[in-house]
């Protein structure tokens, strides 16, 4: 697989068009560089999967992003973030980010209570990822995981009748708390719907955006941008579906490039 | 791919465990034959796919069933029936049986009032299959797409509190209908919480039954069965996925064999 030559790019991945929302708030603050983006949509949803194969996926795709020279790599999932990040870390040649420490670091600097929910995959809760990591802060952390959430976002349901019953129903256990971290890239396009059900006084924490600040301070800013950069998108599965998809986050600007899986490493080494 | 001899086989395919269903009451009125399942887990849901891509998912498998000498075909999914029938008929070399008009059928023979309610997918609903046979046949039908239903069942939540909610809300338009169609044949595994829903007055009616009625009716019954034939699946996706949820709903008796998409020709003629 060859594109024209990249400038400064970096490397984004999610299991579907989640990661979107990521690639999004990098965008806005890094507008100078290009972007490689790989969305695993012919194996979404990670979240149900077994870990072991999440690290499988998630090895296999970082070493196609890398194969583009890519300057950092952004893993845009909770779920591959929650059980792959140590395995990405010491294979990449570049620096890795996952979406689980900002969002943490965040919600750890909103919350007065010390009562912190986080929603997420089964995967992403099962893994215990973010219940240590906010009690190692002192910490009380409630969480739920949410099985249905990714198919509605995904189904193009952000807003519907079936958004606003499953929220309230996955809400409906929750103690009284006044931070809410959205553990799962998808999760942002249900804004709306989660901050009517926990009320206006929780703060939600949507990881895309405090990511997107953690990596954006490793890189230079130019103090002008003369040239935006250029985005160019993978899709294991239906690239029609994915744009079809993406369009309720506002669209994709740039290239779908349709990739079978069988080219990612780790389902060749299957085979 | 080989397989040890088939004795009398049958092919039955579907986008994922939903197919199971047929397979199941196929079994238990041809105990003696062999099957050969396929399950397209790697690209489940098809209910949202564009309908040339459906026939393209459709016909790779059953060039690849048919490669296993198959006597027959059987299309365990409703959304593959609804768009991509005419095409395997004309292509397979032998007899292929789709999951609509034997449901169609059986909700003419069981209707009092003319008034049919049938719930799918999108691209089942979308196709108007079903609406087009009922009308046909003077009854009156009503439709509803229900496209987070097949996410339900595929996650292993046909009992829960989010299957209720979900099957609630999507029948709560209905108008007075004395028989609904399951037009999904992941439906079935919600069969109590569907009837709960609309009442036992109205008579629901599961298209993997009446398939298999349809089906077996060709093919010779032994009078004795001295020995119960082999099943075979193949799946595209995680064959532990595969097993776990099929686990709902009695669980796999047979081999289960993990199949790169890549390995179906239609796969293979996009790359």
Redesign the interface.
Known sequence: MTLSPLHHAIGVFDSGVGGLTVLQALRRRLPHRDFVYLGDT??VPYG???PE?VIEFATGIADFLCGFGVEGLVVACNTASAVALPALVERAPVPVWGVIDPGVEAATRVTHSGSVGVIGTKGTIGSGAYQRRLEARGLRPWSQAC??LV??VE?G?AES??AE??VR?YLSGRPEIDTLILGCTHYPLLRPVIQRAVGESVTLVDSAEVTAETVSANFERPPRVIELGRVTHFVT??P??FAHTAAVIGGVDGEII?L???ELAG?TT??
């Open positions: 012919a194996r149900r999967k077994p194969m099985p249905m198919h509605v189904e349901l009748p079936e019953l499953l129903q599965g239906d029609l579906a349709p079978p899986v069988a389902e299957r085979r």
